[in-house]
């Protein structure tokens, strides 16, 4: 069964960074985010952590937490159940 945060996570990447031509199925869970296939750069983090920001109400607080969160999709789901209130659905 899919998780659904790691679904969503992987909706929102698509329509924050305007994707065309790549599906939320594409995005597979442990692939790196930044400098993976979906050849995201610094600035596409930085949208993307704003966003992610606003909808589950956490902090990334540095660019170094920034990188640990955005390892991958199963790095940013952890990474938001550890940090959110109340806590996401998931396994």
């Known amino acids: 069964m899919a998780d659904p ?3 969503r996570l992987k909706q929102l990447i698509v329509e924050t960074l ?9 995005i597979p869970d ?4 930044v400098g993976g296939g979906l050849s995201l750069d610094s600035i596409d983090a930085l949208e993307l952590v704003v ?11 540095s660019s170094e937490e920034a990188r640990r969160a955005l390892a ?8 938001i159940r550890e940090r959110s209130d109340p806590p996401r ?3």
């Not at 994707?19 to 594409?26: S, V």
């Not at 966003?51 to 607080?61: D, M, Q, T």
Request: proline fraction near 11%; glycine fraction near 8%.
């Open 5 to 7: 945060l790691t679904e």
């Open 18 to 26: 305007h994707l065309e031509g790549i599906a939320p199925a594409d």
């Open 30 to 33: 442990d692939e790196p985010l």
């Open 51 to 61: 966003r992610l920001e606003k909808e589950f109400g956490i902090k990334i607080a």
């Open 72 to 79: 991958s999709v199963k790095a940013l789901a952890a990474y």
């Open 89 to 91: 659905p998931g396994p």
